[in-house]
T-cell receptor, first 115, second 113 residues
Framework: DQQVKQNSPSLSVQEGRISILNCDYT??????FLWYKKYPAEGPTFLISISSIKDKNEDGRFTVFLNKSAKHLSLHIVPSQPGDSAVYFC??????????????FGKGTKLSVKP | GAGVSQSPRYKVAKRGQDVALRCDPISGHVSLFWYQQALGQGPEFLTY????????KSGLPSDRFFAERPEGSVSTLKIQRTQQEDSAVYLC???????????FGPGTRLLVL
């Protein structure tokens, strides 16, 4: 049973518009959430993270929102650029069960930003 | 600075063959993780080292999988008697500490025929 779910396998957005990628989780013990970006034939690259004590974290064009009551987080990219086209993975970690750094990933959402 | 490197980048093995996958973490990173990524899936945790100590191997799918990090730097993931279901990308990640940001290597794509 998947603990981290990304229900949209793909998303297409026009350049300059906002991209919103969504992620849901089931384990209420998760206390840290991350977004990774992956280009073909490369490993995932860390993008942005958020602790469960916050509800928003912003870094340039990227903002992550966390709604703990809904067990939902989202990544906003504004404005979207063609270079943002990649697969985005949501990941979560918990201080309980296994190593604290053990990340649990969703299946990813492929973002295409069209010029 | 140099990131995480992995070798080989691609490996084709015949079913039943043993393989060894290497990971060179970022210098000074204490923590090292191995993940397995099947086609169309997200990475799944295999095992974790803190320096040379393997603290968590709960994700290893069978006793055919073995990992080591004898000197607390380079790590090797070994798969014995490979099966077709072992075909996947094997990702290595390192971090300064257990709860710090993980930096991933490019992965080794393993194809078992």
């Amino acid at each position: 049973d998947q603990q981290v779910k990304q229900n949209s396998p793909s998303l297409s957005v026009q350049e300059g518009r906002i991209s919103i990628l969504n992620c849901d989780y089931t384990n209420s013990m998760f206390d840290y959430f991350l977004w990774y970006k992956k280009y073909p034939a490369e490993g995932p690259t860390f993008l942005i993270s958020i602790s469960s004590i916050k509800d928003k974290n912003e870094d340039g064009r990227f903002t992550v929102f966390l709604n703990k009551s809904a067990k939902h987080l989202s990544l906003h990219i504004v404005p979207s650029q063609p270079g943002d086209s990649a697969v985005y993975f949501c990941a979560a970690s918990s201080p309980y069960g296994g190593s604290q750094g053990n990340l649990i990933f969703g299946k990813g959402t492929k973002l295409s930003v069209k010029p | 600075g140099a990131g995480v490197s992995q070798s080989p980048r691609y490996k084709v093995a015949k079913r039943g063959q043993d393989v060894a996958l290497r990971c060179d973490p970022i210098s000074g990173h204490v923590s090292l993780f191995w993940y397995q990524q099947a086609l169309g899936q997200g990475p799944e945790f295999l095992t974790y080292f803190q320096n040379e100590a393997q603290l968590d191997k709960s994700g290893l799918p069978s006793d055919r999988f073995f990992a080591e990090r004898p000197e607390g730097s380079v790590s090797t993931l070994k798969i014995q008697r490979t099966q077709q279901e072992d075909s996947a990308v094997y990702l290595c990640a390192s971090s300064l500490g257990e709860s710090e940001t993980q930096y991933f290597g490019p992965g080794t794509r393993l194809l078992v025929l």
